[in-house]
């Protein structure tokens, strides 16, 4: 069975560019999280899915971040503009909907702003 | 914000020692997870241990729960270089619909 898969694996754009992450989770999980991991640190929740709806998007900068789950299925992480402090590890995972086991993460998707 | 703390922050040890590492958290909590992560690479899901549960084993770790002390401990016998890692705790609260919540994680570096 495939894992989560996770694409680009690196990107290094200038600041104020866009940039977009995509996900594929697992089959048959419904809920999908987004993580961003700075250097030395912890994952960080950015947004949670459950099917098509975003249920926890407190931590999400939604001036320049936007996320969707289409069909609440693959999903894509958007930055416009992007700023020197957005370089980090962007971390897709999913898990069994309503679920409080394992999530299954992706290897993620490092931005390096410059 | 993080609800866990790992301690300590990096650890390094002789392949064949073990190697304890230490987690601390605010609230109650629904289950307390570890995961691991290899640099440059995704997270990867260890153990779970329950609320309810004490004590618990996977192959060569150990996981403990002292809720009384909002505390857990991994450990990881006879260590191997390949153990060498990233180690996060994460817990689920128990509270509302809450997502896990990751500490800022130990280094460990087993040398061959």
Sequence with gaps: ?114 | SQQGEEDPQALSIQEGENATMNCSYKTSINNLQWYRQNSGRGLVHLILIRSNEREKHSGRLRVTLDTSKKSSSLLITASRAADTASYFCATFRNSGNTPLVFGKGTRLSVIA
Excluded: M
């Excluded at chain 1, 290094?12 to 961003?36: D, M």
């Excluded at chain 1, 099917?51 to 289409?70: C, H, I, M, T, Y």
């Design chain 1, 1 to 114: 069975e495939a894992g989560v898969v996770q694409s680009p694996r690196y990107k290094i754009i200038e600041k104020k560019q866009p940039v977009a992450f995509w996900c594929n989770p697992i089959s048959g999980h419904n809920t999908l999280y987004w993580y961003r991991q700075n250097l030395g640190q912890g994952p960080e929740l950015l947004i949670r899915y459950e099917n098509e709806e975003a249920v926890d998007d407190s931590q999400l900068p939604k001036d320049r971040f936007s996320a969707e789950r289409l069909k609440g299925v693959d999903s894509t992480l958007k930055i416009q503009p992007a700023e020197l402090g957005d370089s980090a590890v962007y971390l897709c995972a999913s898990s069994l909907s309503g679920h409080t086991g394992e999530l299954f993460f992706g290897e993620g998707s490092r931005l390096t702003v410059l």
